[in-house]
Structure formats: C-alpha cells, structure tokens
C-alpha cells in the first residue's frame, strides 16, 4: 500500500539517523529546510518521538503554570508592562515631540510610584491570591539557597524571609523600582534636556513668543553660531512660516518643512536651519537610528552581499522615508 510521505525538521531526523543507522533514504526537499522520510516505519517511528518530545514539554509548561509563582509573576507583569508597553508605542510615533514624550514618561513614571506602596501591594496580593483559587498551589517559600563563597562575607547571615507574603513583597518592589530607575536613566540625561529645550525654544519663538535663550544652549553651542544673527532670523521665523503657507500650529516638524519648503527659507535663514539640522542629528531626538538596524536586516540580505555602500545607502534612505529620492 502507498503511504504518504511526511515531513520532518532535521534536528528530529538526525535522532533518528543515529537510532537507525544508514540504512535510510534521505531525500532532501527542493524548497524548504525540511527533509521527507518515504519509509513507513521510519516515518511513524518518528512520529512517536516527536509526540514523546512535546508531552514532555507541555508537562514541563503544566507543571510551571500550576504554581503560585508563575501566577503572581504573570500577574505583576500585566500591571507593569501594560503602561511601559503604550509608552513605548506612543514614543515611536512619528510627530511626537520631545516635550510630549518627557511628559508621557513622567506620567507613567508616576503610575509606577503610586503602585510603590504596601498598601496597594496588599490590595495586588490579596486580588491574585483569589485568582489563583483551585488553579496553582499555595504559596510557598521556595528553598533557602546558600551563599556563594565569592559573596559570602561571614560577617552577617543570609537573609531568610518568615513568610511567602514578604517574599513576594519583595518581587513586586524591586519589579516597580526596575522599572522606574530605567525610565529615569534613560529619559534623564542631559543631552534629551538640552533637545526639549532646544524644541522649546524653536516652537515658542515660531509662535511670536517673548523667551530667553537657554543658557544651556548658548554654553554648548555658542562657537558653532553667531548668536546674534540666529536672535535676528529666529525673529523673522514666523513671517518665513506664515509665508510658506503650512496649516496647524507650529511643531518642530512645521517648522523645518517651512524652511527648507524653497531655496528662501535657507538662504535667509542660514542659521536657523543650521540649528534645526543640529536639532535633527541629536541621537535622542529621534529613533530612526534605532529603526535603522531593522531595516538594514531586511535590506542587506545574505544574497545582496555585493551591493555596494551608495546603493545600500539610497536603499536605506528609501526605506526610513517611505518615499523614493
């Protein structure tokens, strides 16, 4: 009787080489990694392992989901993530500007302090705690582990936790401080400070409004422009944009389209668009570099391995743009 063949990846193929010896026809598929097995008793052979394979693996993923620990832990990780994970869409927005973003983080940073709190932990155990009802096991101490000789000083003991509730306390705060410490280091530095103002300056003077320059600017970047002819264009700014004939209020976006919309705005202004230009290439400005290393995957491809820089180049530029050059 005819049978039909089945398809098996090679790492299972391999086991069975090594069971089975040599005896075996390979035939190597002309589209795919996968190879196919003719035979009919290799091929239910290879069906039991591969089925004895998974049960072992769904028992393994059973056994974790029937603890208390994996719960809490999911749990945690829905209250935490799902902030951060807006957050992190919100930031990656194409118009969104550096003062909506500072403010978006300290939003979501003040979510994460507010549940920093042994009231709200209470309130967090005791909801998990009815969840888990007759789907994990009790909570439980796990077993106490001894110290490294490497961090073992001798001259205090280990740290033993009386009951499960503080050793989960101690989970949910240092979850909420690791999350709060990152966004601070990485929304606290200084260069995104002089960005913000920076974009503040630019979007406040384009809309006729009465600010000093940043002593912050004027310190980092006073031998890069004449500060005196960047006051006087920052000045006719709003005429150049009322003129350019661009709707909406003005945003940095705005701002450097009506510049550079005709050869004008750049010979007028020359410093103002040296300072948008600097804006642009300030690394915390945008995250282009980041999509960057994406894109460079999907264009630079293992078959593509003699294109050269300045198609490479024109490729990428094509594909962050959205638009050809």
């Given at each position: 009787a005819t049978t039909e063949p089945v398809v098996w990846?090679?790492?299972?193929?391999?086991?069975?080489k090594r069971q089975n010896g040599s005896a075996q026809r390979w035939h190597p598929h002309s589209h795919s990694h996968p190879v196919r097995i003719t035979k009919r008793h290799s091929g239910e052979k290879a069906h039991q392992l591969v089925l004895s394979k998974d049960i072992s693996c769904a028992r393994g993923i059973l056994a974790a989901l029937n603890k208390f620990s994996t719960f809490f832990g999911l749990h945690l990780k829905l209250m935490c993530l799902s902030p951060t994970e807006q957050l992190s869409r919100s930031l990656q927005t194409v118009n969104i500007s550096l003062q909506d973003a500072q403010k978006a983080v300290a939003v979501t940073r003040n979510f994460i302090q507010r549940k920093r709190s042994d009231h709200v932990f209470e309130e967090f155990y005791r909801k998990v705690m009815e969840d888990s009802q007759d789907l994990t096991d009790a909570p439980v101490l796990p077993r106490q582990q001894k110290r490294h000789a490497k961090l073992d000083t001798g001259r205090e003991p280990a740290h033993t936790f009386q009951n499960s509730v503080d050793y989960y306390r101690r989970q949910y705060f240092e979850v909420l401080d690791l999350l709060?410490?990152?966004?601070?280091?990485?929304?606290?530095?200084?260069?995104l400070h002089v960005a913000a103002a920076l974009e503040h300056m630019i979007v406040s003077l384009a809309e006729r409004e009465t600010i000093p320059f940043p002593s912050s600017i004027v310190g980092l970047y006073k031998s890069d422009f004449d500060i005196d002819a960047l006051r006087a264009q920052l000045d006719m700014l709003p005429d150049v944009?009322?003129?350019?004939?661009?709707?909406?209020?003005?945003?940095?976006a705005s701002v450097a389209s009506?510049?550079?919309?005709?050869?004008?705005?750049k010979n007028?202004?020359?410093?103002?668009?040296?300072?948008?230009?600097?804006?642009y290439t300030i690394p915390v400005s945008t995250a282009s570099a980041e999509r960057c290393f994406s894109s460079?995957?999907?264009?630079?491809?293992?078959?593509?391995?003699?294109?050269?820089?300045?198609?490479l180049n024109s490729l990428m530029l094509t594909a962050e743009r959205k638009t050809p050059h």
């Open positions: 990846c090679s790492s299972e193929l391999s086991l069975l709060d410490g990152e966004l601070e280091r990485r929304f606290e530095q200084r260069d944009i009322q003129t350019s004939g661009i709707e909406g209020g003005p945003t940095i009506a510049v550079n919309a005709t050869p004008v705005g007028l202004l020359p410093e103002v668009h040296k300072l948008l230009k600097l804006f460079l995957r999907r264009i630079k491809t293992y078959l593509r391995s003699t294109m050269t820089q300045k198609r």
